[in-house]
């Protein structure tokens, strides 16, 4: 794997623990990767004897080669997330990549469901980004889980999405929804087993915690066979 050197070019911090950080590649100047592919860091973890290796999805679409975007989230203790949160605009840093079989198919015969909970959305974003520049008739279909009103991001830019392509829709929904909170509440799983009702036609793509992924994975399969791609994320 091809290793890179690149600054911090901006950080952005979203929520109370989610940010995104963006990095402007030195050396080599440029990159090439699949919309969904990660990109790896070395770490230094506390108590081990030499650093570990974290991967992070690029949340930035393909077609901008000369910087990526990372999305985070701080989970304390983590190593990962504590050596990203660490860094500053102007700092530099490496990493390897990029990497993944998690990636977005060219295939036209099919609509596209992706589903996410939480900063699983990266990898996602980068498709959907991916997929609405190639201007396909295809039905592209977000459905995104959160947890509360305090976890949203990036909802004025997909609703903006919706409104410039007729062709994507995009549901977030929390599991915990405030009380005044007037959007969709319940699990993202739950959209599924009532909105998708055929999937002769789709491909799904799916990115989150295990548990999502295996009830969707569920909820899919048993209302027929279609392809479905699958990317367990955790941070640390």
């Avoid at 699949?34 to 999805?57: D, I, L, M």
Wanted: with cysteine.
């Amino acid at each position: 794997m091809d290793r890179y050197t690149a600054e911090v070019s901006r950080i952005d911090d979203l929520t109370h623990d989610v940010r995104t950080i963006e990095l402007r590649l030195i050396e080599p100047s440029t990159i090439t990767f699949k919309a969904g592919q990660f990109v790896s860091f070395e770490v230094p973890k506390a108590g081990a004897p030499r650093p570990v290796t974290r991967p992070y999805s690029i949340a930035s679409p393909p077609g901008r080669t000369d910087r990526i975007l990372l999305l985070l989230n701080l989970v304390p203790g983590g190593p990962g997330s504590t050596y990203l949160f660490g860094l500053r605009e102007g700092d530099r840093t490496q990493f390897t990549g990029a990497a993944g079989a998690f990636y977005l198919r060219d295939d036209p015969t099919k609509d596209l469901l992706f589903v996410a909970t939480g900063t699983g959305i990266a990898p996602l974003r980068s498709m959907i980004l991916a997929q609405l520049a190639r201007a396909s008739s295809q039905m592209v279909t977000l459905y995104w889980g959160l947890r509360n009103r305090r976890d949203l991001y990036w909802q004025e830019e997909f609703r903006l999405l919706a409104e410039q392509h007729s062709n994507f829709t995009v549901v977030t929904t929390l599991s915990r929804p405030d009380p005044d909170w007037t959007g969709t509440g319940g699990y993202v799983t739950a959209l599924v087993e009532k909105r998708i009702l055929v999937v002769n036609n789709l491909a799904a793509y799916l990115c989150g915690g295990s548990a999502m992924i295996r009830d969707v994975t569920k909820a899919l399969t048993q209302k027929g066979l279609c392809p479905i791609y699958r990317e367990k994320y955790y941070d640390e």
